[in-house]
């Protein structure tokens, strides 16, 4: 047996649509096919790859996404959890700081010691921490 690669993220929220905007307009991922799964979501696409999975929480009715996935509480719908956060490469750091001063979006810039690597932090709408990192831009 052989792990090749991460295939994808999965994200619950109870704010579906400002996740997805997150993603699509702040990160530039595309909105694509998704399986009809008996809950709300959206799956989104970078490079022709689905890389994350949001679930949406149907407040009012919980339980397609329940006999699916399985129970959860609401306090884990905030933050990484014990996953301190999720990564990504990228290209072009100055224009993706732009963006997120552009759009008021929080961020920290960092500069990993001893590597050529600068790397961005955000926070989805979730309280989920993304990691951009762009080599050879330090």
Do not use: C
């Not at 649509?17 to 909105?31: K, P, Q, S």
């Not at 600068?118 to 926070?123: A, I, P, T």
């Not at 989920?128 to 990192?133: C, F, K, R």
């Amino acid at each position: 047996m052989s792990i090749d690669r991460l295939d994808h993220v999965s994200i619950r929220t109870a704010d579906l649509d400002a996740t997805r905007l997150f993603y699509t307009d702040v990160l530039g991922f595309e909105v694509g096919p998704r399986p009809e799964f008996p809950f709300p979501g959206v799956w989104l696409y970078n490079n022709g790859s689905a890389v994350v999975h949001v679930i949406g929480i149907d407040r009012d009715d919980p339980s397609g996404l329940l006999d699916y996935l399985g129970e959860r509480g609401a306090e884990g719908l905030k933050g990484s959890g014990t996953v301190d956060h999720v990564a990504f490469t990228g290209r072009d750091l100055p224009a993706l700081r732009t963006r997120f001063q552009a759009a008021g979006i929080p961020f920290r810039e960092r500069v990993v010691p001893n590597m050529k690597l600068g790397q961005l932090f955000v926070e989805d709408p979730n309280g989920v921490v993304i990691e951009l990192n762009f080599p050879g831009e330090a």
